[in-house]
């Protein structure tokens, strides 16, 4: 028993580094606080994804539409990125869910949830939530 629960310890903290990798190698914030104020200088909404290390379907965002490098442009051209861990990163009440990933846009102006997706998403679903 003692081996399976270092086990998943191990298991966690290794999912935990691939997150902060990714928001290294991708740019994307982990703070949303300092994210919106980097939207309101640069005019840009807010473009957030919360996910959790135990999140298949997060991984799957990630790695099969996120790292898509179309995708990558288009979005770091329209919006200020920020990715929020619930297992890692503290997150504001708004944003909490028992369902992940959960996608949201977010105006720079007024700080208010202009949509919502709840779920994995294709690409060309992801592109047409973010540009509708």
């Known amino acids: 028993m003692k081996a399976i629960f270092i086990l998943l310890i191990v298991i966690?903290?290794?999912n935990g580094q691939t997150y902060k990798k990714f928001t290294d190698v991708y740019s994307y914030?982990?703070?949303y606080e300092k994210a919106y104020l980097k939207a309101r200088r640069e005019k840009k909404n807010i473009l957030l994804i919360t996910v959790a290390n135990y999140c298949s379907w997060c991984?799957?965002?990630e790695n099969r539409v996120l790292k898509d490098i179309v995708l990558q442009k288009e979005i770091h051209?329209?919006?200020i990125l920020v990715i929020v861990n619930n297992d890692i990163d503290k997150l504001q009440e708004r944003f909490i869910t028992n369902i992940i990933p959960v996608s949201y846009v977010i105006n720079y102006k007024t700080d208010k949830i202009i949509k919502k997706k709840v779920?994995?998403?294709t690409k060309s679903d992801f592109l047409y939530f973010i540009k509708e």
């Open 77 to 79: 051209k329209s919006f």
């Open 29 to 31: 914030e982990t703070n």
């Open 59 to 61: 991984k799957k965002l």
């Open 119 to 121: 779920g994995y998403q």
């Open 12 to 14: 966690e903290l290794l």
